[in-house]
């Protein structure tokens, strides 16, 4: 009996006239997303997003260069309502591994400044609202807005001496080995 409930799912997710793509672009990146229709108002989507840009900028006192690389994998549930609605609500999972460098070096070149920032959980989960959807024969519209607890990220800076990362800013500040906090 298990085995056949198994194959009947699996026929079920992939079901040729079920399976639809999409593409998104959003602050998770640019990527795309495989659906799935599971039942008459649910739905199945995995899909990859991801981006890499980098900035840098030339001031008077010193040079910054950053750069943001974004990698998110979904595994998403998608509820309708009502049968054939466009408004729907998404529950699922996201596994990331967001990051942002930064670095700092100071015109008379002595010493720098190395900054990075990570996403808290490389797992978390997401709940959200959109229209639309991905499941369905060919490429579809669909737009979402949802929210994932990535936690807080920690900073952790590294001057140019080879001294170890300090995780918070007081402890830089009192170590001397990175920025100072504003007084005043």
């Not at 840009?53 to 509820?79: C, E, F, I, P, R």
Request: glycine share 16%; with cysteine; aromatic share 10%.
């Amino acid at each position: 009996m298990k085995r056949l409930l198994v194959a009947a799912a699996a026929l079920a997710i992939f079901d040729a006239h079920a399976a639809g793509i999409g593409i998104r672009a959003g602050t998770t990146g640019v990527g795309a997303d495989i659906g799935f229709n599971l039942v008459p108002t649910v739905d199945a989507r995995i899909g990859y997003s991801g981006l890499k840009w980098g900035y840098d900028v030339d001031t008077s006192q010193a040079k910054y260069d950053g750069d943001l690389k974004l990698s998110n994998l979904n595994a998403l549930l998608d509820w309708r309502p009502l049968v054939g609605s466009f408004f729907r609500i998404s529950g699922g999972v996201i596994f990331n591994k967001n990051k942002y460098e930064a670095t700092g070096t100071p015109n008379g070149g002595v010493g720098s400044f190395n900054a990075l920032v990570e996403s808290g959980k490389s797992t978390a989960p997401y709940l959200g609202i959109g229209f639309g959807s991905v499941a369905g024969m060919g490429a579809n519209f669909y737009a979402d807005l949802g929210l994932s607890d990535n936690a807080r990220p920690g900073p952790v800076a590294q001057n140019g001496f080879g001294e170890e990362p300090c995780r918070d800013t007081m402890s830089c500040a009192s170590t001397g080995s990175g920025p100072t906090p504003p007084t005043g």
